[in-house]
T-cell receptor
Framework: QKEVEQNSGPLSVPEGAIASLNCTYSDRGSQSFFWYRQYSGKSPELIMSIYSNGDKEDGRFTAQLNKASQYVSLLIRDSQPSDSATYLCAVRGYGGSQGNLIFGKGTKLSVKP | GAGVSQSPSNKVTEKGKDVELRCDPISGHTALYWYRQSLGQGLEFLIYFQGNSAPDKSGLPSDRFSAERTGGSVSTLTIQRTQQEDSAVYLC?????????????FGNGTRLTVT
């Protein structure tokens, strides 16, 4: 059973701080990794994707991937109240399950003004 | 349209009735996915279509659930003899192709309430 694990939170950070969101996955053959943001009552929207070990930066967001340790993280710099949402980690498999995206249950982030 | 379109946005039905949920993917996207999300829970994979290949039905929770995709575009998820535990938001997503680097784009979902 392929699994994606996230701390459910809530993670509370003050405005302007760095928020760090973590995710581990069980399938060592996983090929691609995505972070989605989901506001309450809304559908998930793509924030970042990462496919190779290391860091990938996009504005205030940095995704980090370590395939040896099977974890992926998302850093949000200069956190804003508008970043308050649930962040979903998603992992795409390899081979027969390549098309399917497995989601974690999400980490709820609260940014306090 | 520019995004994934789902209808209806809300559906209230009585226990035991059948329901059909519709998804119109982004034009040109070959892969289509159905997930459901119960209140406060994560996304549960239901079924995945890719082109003309046999769908991956491994996530369907029971034989009351079925889905089809006609002409490689629009998809319909059917739930027969609905139960209260079927109440959830049903999300459809599409991707350009099923390769590793192709992200999913979600519709706004159908909120199903079974009374």
């Amino acid at each position: 059973q392929k699994e994606v694990e996230q701390n459910s939170g809530p993670l509370s950070v003050p405005e302007g701080a760095i928020a760090s969101l973590n995710c581990t996955y069980s399938d060592r053959g996983s090929q691609s990794f995505f972070w989605y943001r989901q506001y309450s009552g809304k559908s998930p929207e793509l924030i970042m994707s990462i496919y190779s070990n290391g860091d990938k930066e996009d504005g205030r967001f940095t995704a980090q991937l370590n395939k040896a340790s099977q974890y992926v993280s998302l850093l949000i710099r200069d956190s804003q109240p508008s970043d308050s949402a649930t962040y979903l980690c998603a992992v795409r498999g390899y081979g027969g399950s390549q098309g399917n995206l497995i989601f974690g249950k999400g980490t709820k982030l609260s940014v306090k003004p | 349209g520019a995004g994934v379109s789902q209808s209806p946005s809300n559906k209230v039905t009585e226990k035991g009735k059948d329901v059909e949920l519709r998804c119109d993917p982004i034009s040109g996207h070959t892969a289509l996915y159905w997930y459901r999300q119960s209140l406060g829970q994560g996304l549960e994979f239901l079924i995945y279509f890719q082109g003309n290949s046999a769908p991956d039905k491994s996530g369907l929770p029971s034989d009351r659930f079925s889905a089809e995709r006609t002409g490689g575009s629009v998809s319909t998820l059917t739930i027969q003899r609905t139960q209260q535990e079927d109440s959830a938001v049903y999300l459809c997503a599409s991707s350009l192709d099923p390769t590793a680097s192709s992200p999913l784009h979600f519709g706004n979902g159908t909120r199903l309430t079974v009374t």
